[in-house]
């Protein structure tokens, strides 16, 4: 069974239509394995990428961070040197990589050692949308749990 039927969900949930797309999108078969990546959970609200490119230069990389989405791109400069291999096994080849990136997750840095990209996120919640306590009959009505939790 490769294929889901959401169309329950359109019908009673709303505002999840972006949540429906990458299931969708998650389900195709040509999402690209090159260059090979790990994505850590550093800590609950951390993450980081790291990327495998072999070959590549800082100069080489870019990456685009926009709201939703980070946006991995390798362009290898042409070799001024014409070479003839006998086994080519490392592919430095052009890539473009996507991450789709939950509310709130932003980049805070990236990395380039040893042929490893790194690129670290964290999820920042604002203040607005934290969980609050509410009290019934007082007069400072709305605290935060968290100033609660730390008197």
Same mark, same amino acid.
């Given at each position: $069974?490769?294929?889901?039927?959401?169309?329950?969900?359109?019908?009673?949930?709303? #505002?999840? =239509?972006?949540? +429906?797309?990458?299931?969708?999108?998650?389900?195709?078969?040509?999402?690209?394995?090159?260059?090979? !990546?790990?994505?850590?959970?550093?800590?609950? =609200?951390? !993450?980081?990428?790291? $990327?495998?490119?072999?070959?590549?230069?800082?100069?080489?990389?870019?990456?685009?961070?926009?709201?939703?989405?980070? @946006?991995?791109?390798?362009?290898?400069?042409?070799?001024?040197?014409?070479?003839?291999?006998? @086994?080519? #096994?490392? *592919? *430095?080849?052009?890539?473009?990589?996507?991450?789709?990136?939950?509310? @709130?997750?932003? /980049?805070? #840095?990236?990395?380039?050692?040893?042929? $490893?990209?790194?690129?670290?996120?964290?999820?920042?919640?604002?203040?607005?949308?934290?969980?609050?306590?509410? /009290?019934?009959?007082? #007069?400072?009505?709305?605290?935060?749990?968290?100033?609660? +939790? +730390?008197?």
């Amino acid at each position: $069974m490769r294929t889901f039927d959401l169309a329950p969900l359109y019908r009673s949930a709303i #505002g999840f =239509d972006r949540l +429906a797309q990458l299931l969708n999108d998650s389900q195709r078969s040509d999402t690209p394995s090159y260059p090979p !990546y790990n994505i850590e959970l550093v800590s609950d =609200d951390q !993450y980081r990428i790291v $990327m495998a490119l072999a070959g590549f230069s800082r100069s080489e990389i870019d990456i685009t961070f926009e709201r939703d989405s980070l @946006h991995v791109v390798g362009r290898k400069q042409k070799d001024a040197n014409e070479r003839t291999y006998l @086994h080519r #096994g490392i *592919a *430095a080849r052009d890539f473009e990589q996507r991450f789709q990136l939950a509310n @709130h997750v932003k /980049v805070t #840095g990236a990395s380039f050692d040893n042929g $490893m990209l790194t690129i670290e996120l964290v999820r920042e919640i604002p203040e607005a949308l934290k969980p609050r306590k509410i /009290v019934i009959d007082g #007069g400072d009505n709305v605290t935060a749990l968290e100033q609660r +939790a +730390a008197a």
